[in-house]
C-alpha cells in the first residue's frame, strides 16, 4: 500500500508520554511523522507535561521534556498525511478555540482519515463537531462536553481503555497507548508479522523516562509480551524515573518523571523465557552495575546471542559485565571512557540519534535515537510492520 505519512497536533503543556512514545513508535515503524504546532516552527519547541495519579483527587502535574517540532504547521496539509494523533494534556484546552486547528482537524474527519484522540484532546475532536453521534471515550472528566458534542460517551472501564468506532479511535490516557498505537496502524492498513516475542526491560530507580515507557509501549504495541523487572522489587511496584534534557547546559538537566510501574517479579525471573533483553539508560546504570546477579542475566543473554538494546548509560552495565570486548558500541558521549576501557570499538554518536547494531547487539546514546533503537531491535528479532 505504499510509504505512509502522519500528521501530530502538539501544543504547550501537552502530555509527555502522549505526543512522545507514538511519534517515536510509528516513526520507528517506519511511517513519516510530522509534528507541529500553531504559530510555531520546525525547530521550535513545545513544553510537555507529566500527568499522573499521584493520590490526590485530580492528577498531578510536573514539567517534562522539551518537544522538538519537526514540521511549521502553516506548511502542512491535511490531504498529505494518512491519519492523524492528538495528544492530551493541557495543550487541547487551547487549541480547541483554535480556528486553524479546527479547520485542520475537521478535513481528517470528513474524508475519514484514521484519528487517534487520548486523555483531553478530544475536546478538540468535539470544537470540530466531529463527534456527533460516535462512541468515545477520554479522559473522565472530559465526559459531559463530549456529550454535549453529541457523542455517545464511553466511561472508561480504567485508564487502559480504549475504544473504536470507525476511523476513530480514544483513549482516557496513556495507560491505553498498546491498544491505542496498534489499532492506529491497523486503521492505517498495516499488517505486524513476527511479534510473538517475549522482551524484558532491566529497570531501577531513576532510569530515564523515555528510555523506559517509549520503547516498552512501542513493543507491547506490536503485540510483543513484554516485561520491566527491578531488582528487590517484585510486580506492582514503582520505579521512580528521571527526564534527562538539552536545554543549553554543559550536561543534561534532571527533573522528575512518570513513576514506572513494574511487571514481573525480579527474584522469580527466568531469563533464559525471554528473546531479548532492553537496557534503558538514565542514572540507574550507575549501580546497577555493582549487582552481581545483574551481571549474570546481561552474560546469559550476550552468551547465548540474543538481541540486547541497551540506551544512553545503559552501557555501563556492558562494560561491568565483560561483554564489550571487540564489539562495536556506541552510549551517550560521558561513557564513551567505560566503553573504550571495556575493550570495545568506540562509535561516535553523530548525530547524537544515530545507532548502531554489531551482532546481536543494538546500542545509541540518547531518547532522541528511539526510532533508529526500536526499529534495528525490531530487525533482530523478525519483526515486521507493512503497508
Given at each position: ?10 501544543g504547550d ?7 512522545m ?8 515503524y ?5 509534528a ?13 507535561a ?65 484519528i ?5 484532546s478530544?475536546l ?13 471515550t ?38 491505553g497507548?498498546?491498544?491505542f ?6 486503521a ?50 514503582i520505579?521512580?524515573t ?33 528473546d531479548?533483553l532492553v537496557?534503558p539508560?538514565?542514572?540507574s ?7 552481581e ?22 552501557q ?6 565483560g ?6 558500541c ?15 570499538t568506540w ?32 530487525a ?8
Open positions: 500500500m505504499g510509504h505512509k505519512s502522519v500528521l501530530l497536533i502538539c503543556y501537552m502530555e509527555d508520554y502522549e505526543a512514545v507514538p511519534f517515536q513508535a510509528l516513526q520507528a517506519g511511517l513519516t511523522v510530522h507541529v504546532c500553531p504559530g510555531k516552527k520546525v525547530g521550535d519547541l513545545c513544553r510537555t507529566i500527568h499522573q495519579d499521584s493520590g490526590h483527587q485530580t492528577f498531578s502535574e510536573i514539567r517534562g521534556h522539551n518537544f522538538v517540532l519537526n514540521a511549521t504547521f502553516d506548511e502542512v496539509e491535511a490531504s498529505s498525511y494518512d491519519g492523524l494523533v492528538l495528544p492530551g494534556g493541557r495543550a487541547p484546552e487551547y487549541l480547541a478555540h483554535n480556528a486553524s486547528v479546527v479547520v485542520l482537524v475537521t478535513k481528517f474527519s470528513d474524508v475519514g482519515k484514521p487517534t484522540s487520548i486523555c483531553h478530544q478538540i475532536l468535539a470544537a470540530a463537531g466531529a463527534l456527533k453521534g460516535r462512541k468515545c477520554a479522559y473522565p472528566p472530559v465526559g459531559p462536553t463530549l456529550v454535549a458534542a453529541g457523542a455517545h460517551w464511553v466511561q472508561p472501564e480504567s485508564l487502559a481503555t480504549i475504544v473504536v468506532d470507525g476511523n476513530l479511535i480514544s483513549a482516557p490516557t496513556y495507560f497507548h498498546r491498544e498505537i496498534h489499532h492506529f496502524v491497523k492505517l492498513g498495516g499488517t505486524i508479522t513476527g511479534s510473538n516475542k517475549k522482551i524484558l526491560f532491566l529497570c531501577g530507580d531513576y532510569m530515564e523516562d523515555y528510555e523506559v515507557a517509549v520503547p516498552f509501549q512501542s513493543l507491547q504495541a506490536l503485540g510483543c509480551h513484554v516485561d520491566a523487572v527491578c531488582p528487590e522489587k517484585k510486580a506492582g511496584d520505579c521512580p528521571a527526564v534527562h534534557d538539552f536545554e543549553g547546559d554543559q550536561t543534561y538537566s534532571e527533573k522528575p518523571g512518570h513513576d514506572f510501574v513494574l511487571t514481573a517479579t525480579y527474584d522469580d525471573l527466568d531469563a533464559s523465557s525471554y531479548a537496557i539508560g538514565g542514572r546504570p550507575e549501580y546497577l552495575a555493582l549487582n546477579s545483574v551481571i549474570t542475566m546481561v552474560k546469559h543473554f550476550m552468551e547465548t546471542k540474543k538481541p540486547v538494546a541497551s540506551i544512553c548509560h545503559g555501563l552495565i556492558l562494560a561491568a559485565a561483554v564489550l570486548k571487540g564489539r562495536k556506541t552510549a551517550y558521549p560521558a561513557v564513551k571512557l567505560n566503553v573504550v576501557l571495556s575493550g570495545a562509535l561516535e554518536p553523530d548525530p547524537i540519534d544515530r545507532c548502531y547494531t554489531d551482532g546481536n547487539l543494538v546500542t545509541g546514546a540518547a531518547w532522541p535515537g528511539h526510532p533508529q533503537f526500536i526499529s534495528q531491535l525490531m533482530l528479532l523478525g519483526i515486521q510492520v507493512s503497508f
